[in-house]
């Protein structure tokens, strides 16, 4: 329902780079944790990168030494920094986002509407 938005997909070249990211709409959230997922032609969607409250993140196999998850808490953004892309790469991409408004320990999960990242020569 459009409380977050993902940005930067597009074409990229295989060995390029891309980020993408997704703000929080609701200025009442407050960003503690974000997950990312793909879902690529053909295939069923699959965990990609998580950012876990505490600070600590954890990688699919593909992904690790390649993407780096990150939130910036004070924008609502999290972010995720891919490198070295490849033609498998290829998929769209979901942005999860956990928190929750101001003083409320009522835990609150949002979802980008997804962007498309296509790799290719």
């Known amino acids: 329902q459009g409380q977050l938005v993902e940005t930067g997909g597009g074409l990229v070249q295989p060995g390029g780079s891309q980020r993408l990211s997704c703000v929080v709409a609701d200025s009442r959230f407050r960003l503690r944790a974000s997950r990312w997922y793909r879902q690529g032609p053909g295939k069923q969607r699959e965990f990609v990168a998580s950012f876990a409250s505490d600070g600590s993140t954890n990688y699919v196999d593909h992904a690790k030494g390649r993407f780096t998850i990150s939130i910036d808490s004070a924008k609502n953004t999290a972010y995720l920094q891919m490198n070295n892309l490849k033609p498998e790469d290829t998929a769209a991409y979901y942005c999860?986002?956990?928190?929750?408004?101001?003083?409320?320990?009522?835990?609150?999960?949002?979802w980008g509407q997804g962007t498309q990242v296509t790799v290719s020569s």
């Open positions: 999860n986002a956990l928190g929750h408004l101001n003083n409320n320990s009522l835990i609150l999960s949002y």
